[in-house]
């Protein structure tokens, strides 16, 4: 017998059906319209996907063990979202540098953006006009060439660090006060000694929430971004009332502080700062041109302000721990600047191409301890078919920068904290890597990486060169080194520990105590 003809409503109820199951197949199997493969990586499971092959904590650590197994561009879903994780240079080349009007996008976050209310100060996450006009001002008062104008500051905030340290104030909160304090005076030309001033608090306020929602797959809301709508008082949405808190701090830091230097400067009463040379360039006459631009003024410091302190404050702490764990780097250290600064001359960051030994702890600094360990992530704008993978619009891509400053075919015993590793005859090794990873990658590079590297040299120099770092001892007086652990959400750094500041020598003495006669 014939098989009876299917009903308009069976065939239209079968078609359904298939194509709701090949959908599926797709989201699950990984392949595309295109035609062409997605690059490899985990199989995952239908609707979900890659979900539970995301590693959440120490993520940077997963994925490159995960890419040991499906190669250095690996490909994943989350919900149906594409990501991919580069971890290496070529690939990191290849896409981020070579094919950067592609690849130089930022994710919309729905807890960074709307939730947080970050949106007003991340207009810089957009890639279009309004992030080229943001960029033209990093590189305007960031670049290289631009930098010797901050050294007097630079100096001034390191000296009152030192004097901290002779204080016996706390390691982190003292060299998180001279950070901030030195970000706040060339932003906004005021003079700020505590972290808890309220010109830098909101800033840490607003850190700490960046790093909580900067962790890919601690929200919900952002691959379901429906739950947006959710009434705080319902239970289980208290990422709602998380984000209430940390958005009005996000108001004040991009306001306040801008709009009391605007204030002061009318008052002819500001000192010269960024903010006061961006006010300057205000166009007065186009009430247009001056709303949009102060609003990428007011962006520029605040985003500034963010971006500075806590990565640069981790970083220096990665430093002080590796002092504990590497006495033999610190002993070689002192030995150069003793030789060619002289003992408890503290050297002028002109001086710094003299100092190679120093610079190499720097260089190893930013490797050893990859502060942004999968820096921050980059959105592709188009659709883009590279070395036979289809790589869809739409997808985050992160670079695996600990993995890239970790591979032990380019840095021999990469856990390891060797500076020698980057000279060669005494001298800095010109063939030797550059370990800048962790500053991001092509287009949307850290801006600050000059300031940063200045900073941390200046710290660097000036501590080894007035004090030992030891660590704390027992009631038996046996030094407790700590274990080498790291916290990490978002941004890695040591796990709190204690050291102790011995002033080198009498003339390392005299030098803290002429110090603290001229400092304000
Ligand atoms: C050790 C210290 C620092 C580290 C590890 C660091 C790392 C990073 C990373 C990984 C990015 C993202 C790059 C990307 O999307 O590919 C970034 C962006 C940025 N950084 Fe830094 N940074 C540091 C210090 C600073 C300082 C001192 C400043 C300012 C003076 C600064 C300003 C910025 C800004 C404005 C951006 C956004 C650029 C954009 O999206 O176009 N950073 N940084």
Redesign the pocket.
Known sequence: MAPEVPSASLIAGTAFTALALRILYRWWDGSNSSGLPYPPGPKGYPLINNVLDVPLERPWEGYEKLSRQYGDIMFLKIFGRPMLILSSERRVKDL?EKQATIYSG?PYSVMLNDLLQFKHFFA??DYGAS?RK??KA?HQH?DSNVLPKYHPKLKKYTERFLVALSEGEDLSEASRNAIAGL?IAILYGVDVKSVHDPFISDALLIGDAFKAAGVPGKFLVETLPFLRYVPSWVQGAGFQRWAAYYREASLRLLNNPFQFVWNRHKAAEAKECIATALIDQFPENDPDQLHEDSIVARN?CA??HL??VD??H??SQGFFFAMLLYPEVQKAAQEELDRVIGPGVIPDINQSSELPYINAIVKEL?RWLT??PL????LVKEDHVYDGYFIPKGTIVF?N?WAMMHDPEVYEDPMVFKPERYLKDGKLNPDAPEPLA????????????Y??IE??FSLVASTLTLYNILPPKDGLGNPIVPEPRFAGGAMMKPEPFNAIFEPRSAQALATLEDIKRHIS
């Open positions: 981020f930022k810089i996450l992030w943001h960029r990093f960031f970000g520029v985003m500034t971006a500075a990565t640069t981790a970083s930013l502060v942004m820096a921050l992530p980059h670079g920068a962790g500053f991001g990658f092509g287009r949307r590079i850290c801006p600050g990486r300031l940063a900073i941390l």
